[in-house]
């Protein structure tokens, strides 16, 4: 496990610092001092073995006033007014600067006598300093939290970036990687998530005799938590789907262990479908889902048949509906991601633009008409971002 640096909170105290601290900041005054006297000396033209003293020891009480004042008062004044604490953090180093001073003095009471007003010029020009580097302090204490807080959330959101590109993967992964070979049928599919992860979902079932059943579904919200309910789901789903007698029955269970295991604000859409090759007759159940699409030559036909989504109330019925399909017949099952991608101004793209997309590819590959209705709803969104994930899966009778 890595570790992550001390969290610093907004009004926290700043820890005292450590001895290489302390020797440093008394080592850098005490150079401040001597350059202080040196000056002092030779403008003012006085002996500078007294000055040397007095201006070391005041630097030391500069530089410690100082730093009270930013580190062990400031911080606590965080919750006063901000012109309050603007003057109570001045008094506070004047004041520690004025009493060290009056210790500092008690030194050399006899270079106090002979050259007042050089000490008062030493005691206001350090009452300055003291202020001054009070408030250079607390501003650079207040830029390395800022600076330590934004590298805490740069680690924290590379680490985020990486879980939900692990999660990406793994999602994916339970999506089909290929399409079945089912008797008479051409199927494609794909699912383009608007985020890392989402709770777009879309399977196909091979069933025993030969025919292929088809799930399309939408979890609730996005994110993480639509993505572990959308596994959910699709872990339900594969372990039921062989035992229902139809797909009405299958989102009845569903529905009612949905219910049973999910918060009350989760809820999924979902079209349940089998496809039966010798009868050429998809038999459907729609629970809260956009109805599909079933475009033939003299029209477009939408499945609404079924009931309520999944997991909102507990012993729901569903409806089942069938339809016959010839062959060129296109159903086509998709997410709200397609219907109502938005465009600049609004309007949504709609089921009818989808359907009137979809009749111009009767004779291309099915890989080859997904992408082109891809390409239409990028064309149609323009810059706006995407918001949601985008499912379309297609099945055409030969």
């Not at 302390?22 to 202080?36: D, H, P, R, S, Y």
């Not at 309910?229 to 007698?245: D, E, I, K, N, P």
């Not at 219907?339 to 111009?360: H, I």
């Amino acid at each position: 496990m890595s570790s992550s640096p001390p969290t610093t909170g907004p009004t926290a105290p700043v820890a005292a610092p450590g001895w290489s601290f302390l020797v440093g900041w008394t080592a850098a005054w005490a150079a401040i001092g001597i350059v202080v006297a040196g000056g002092i000396a030779i403008g003012a033209g006085v002996e500078f073995g007294p000055v040397l003293r007095i201006s070391l020891l005041f630097a030391e009480v500069v530089g410690y006033s100082a730093y009270i004042s930013a580190r062990l008062v400031a911080p606590f004044l965080r919750g006063v007014p901000f012109a309050l604490r603007q003057g109570l953090r001045v008094v506070t180093a004047l004041s520690g600067t004025v009493f060290g001073s009056f210790v500092v003095l008690g030194v050399e009471p006899l270079f106090l006598l002979a050259q007042p007003l050089t000490v008062l010029l030493v005691v206001a020009f350090n009452a300055l300093l003291a202020v001054a580097v009070a408030f250079a302090l607390t501003t650079y204490d207040r830029m390395r939290r800022q600076i330590e807080a934004s590298f805490r959330v740069l680690r924290e959101r590379d680490a985020l970036e990486r879980e939900l590109g692990v999660a990406r993967g793994v999602q994916r992964a339970l999506l089909p990687r290929a399409a079945p070979e089912v008797a008479g049928l051409e199927v494609a599919g794909v699912c383009r998530q608007a985020i890392a992860v989402g709770g777009d979902y879309f399977d196909y079932l091979e069933l025993d005799d030969g025919g292929l059943g088809l799930v399309v579904a939408d979890v609730s919200g996005k994110g993480v938590p639509a993505a572990l309910l959308m596994a959910s789901l699709q872990a339900s789903v594969r372990g039921m789907f062989h035992s229902a007698v139809d797909p009405a029955t299958l989102n009845r269970r569903l529905n009612d262990a949905g219910y049973r295991a999910s918060p009350e604000s989760r809820y999924a859409t979902a079209v349940l479908a089998t496809y039966d090759p010798e009868q050429r007759r998809l038999t459907y159940s729609n629970a809260g889902h956009l109805p599909p699409l079933l475009i033939r030559k003299n029209g477009t036909v939408e499945c609404h048949e079924g009931g309520l989504p999944i997991g909102l109330f507990e012993g729901t019925v569903y409806e089942t509906g069938s339809q016959t399909m010839a062959p060129g017949d296109l159903l086509a099952l998709f997410s709200d991601g397609v219907s109502e991608a938005p465009r600049a101004d609004g309007e949504q793209f709609g089921p009818e633009r989808l359907a009137a997309l979809l009749e111009t590819q009767s004779d291309r590959p099915l890989d080859l008409a997904i992408e082109s209705v891809f390409e239409a709803l990028d064309q149609w969104s323009g810059d706006v971002p995407p918001h949601d994930d985008v499912t379309l899966v297609l099945v055409r009778v030969l």
